[in-house]
Structure formats: structure tokens, C-alpha cells
């Protein structure tokens, strides 16, 4: 048979097991506060330099087709059709296949014409 002792002390005194808990429960909230009021009073400009690094990350100058069609928001396979009828320009290295930003952001402003091919 196993017997055991356990015995709550706060600041070197033994309580009964309602005052540990109670003191216990205070200190979580205090410290929850503490925590919340601290995530409350971040100052904007922290946030905004955060946003600001983000911002100035270095964009690919080239994509692959399938990133191409998630930014255009289109099918692989009509990025495909835009390549063969020379809406988007394409470059090859090896066996990939990859769209040059410039013609993804020419076709995300100026849309597709049914009539004219558009070659930059």
C-alpha cells in the first residue's frame, strides 16, 4: 500500500488546500492581466515596423506557371492557352517553364482581350 503526504506551503507556511487554491487562482489572474493589459498597450509603430519589413521583402522577378495562375486566379491550364496565344510572356530554363512578373501584373491590370494578343 502506497501512502502519501502532500502538504501546500505558501511563503513557508502550511495552508489548508481552499487557500492554496484560492491564492493560486489569484495569481493566474493577476498574471493574465498582466499579460492581457501588456498585448493591449503595444504601440502601433512596433506593429507598423513589423508590417513595413514585410513590405519590403524583394519580389520574383519570374514565377512558375502555377504561382502565375494562383495570383491571376485563373486555371494552370488557361495560363497555358494565355502563353500559346502570347498574352503572357513565357521564359524556359531546362524543363520549367516560368512567367516574368511583369506580364502576370500587365494581365492583372489591363485584363485579356478576346480580339488582340497583347506581347510586351
Same mark, same amino acid.
Do not use: C
Given at each position: 500500500?502506497?501512502? &502519501? !503526504?502532500?502538504?501546500?506551503?505558501?511563503?513557508?507556511? !502550511?495552508?489548508?488546500?481552499?487557500?492554496?487554491?484560492?491564492?493560486? #487562482?489569484?495569481? &493566474?489572474?493577476?498574471?493574465?492581466?498582466?499579460?492581457?493589459?501588456?498585448? $493591449?498597450?503595444?504601440?502601433?509603430?512596433?506593429?507598423?515596423?513589423?508590417?513595413? $519589413?514585410?513590405?519590403?521583402?524583394?519580389?520574383?522577378l519570374v514565377v512558375p506557371k502555377r504561382e502565375a495562375a494562383r495570383?491571376?486566379?485563373?486555371?494552370?491550364?488557361?495560363?497555358?492557352?494565355?502563353?500559346?496565344?502570347?498574352?503572357?510572356?513565357?521564359?524556359?530554363?531546362?524543363?520549367?517553364?516560368?512567367?516574368? #512578373?511583369?506580364? &502576370?501584373?500587365?494581365?492583372?491590370?489591363?485584363?485579356?482581350?478576346?480580339?488582340?494578343?497583347?506581347? !510586351?
Amino acid at each position: 500500500m502506497l501512502n &502519501v !503526504e502532500i502538504r501546500l506551503v505558501i511563503s513557508g507556511r !502550511e495552508v489548508p488546500l481552499d487557500s492554496f487554491t484560492e491564492a493560486f #487562482m489569484a495569481d &493566474v489572474r493577476r498574471a493574465v492581466r498582466e499579460e492581457i493589459d501588456r498585448a $493591449q498597450h503595444l504601440t502601433p509603430v512596433k506593429n507598423l515596423a513589423v508590417t513595413e $519589413q514585410h513590405e519590403h521583402k524583394a519580389q520574383p522577378l519570374v514565377v512558375p506557371k502555377r504561382e502565375a495562375a494562383r495570383l491571376l486566379g485563373v486555371s494552370l491550364r488557361t495560363v497555358d492557352n494565355y502563353i500559346g496565344l502570347k498574352v503572357i510572356r513565357s521564359v524556359r530554363l531546362g524543363r520549367r517553364v516560368l512567367v516574368p #512578373m511583369s506580364s &502576370v501584373r500587365n494581365v492583372a491590370s489591363k485584363g485579356v482581350s478576346r480580339w488582340r494578343r497583347v506581347i !510586351e
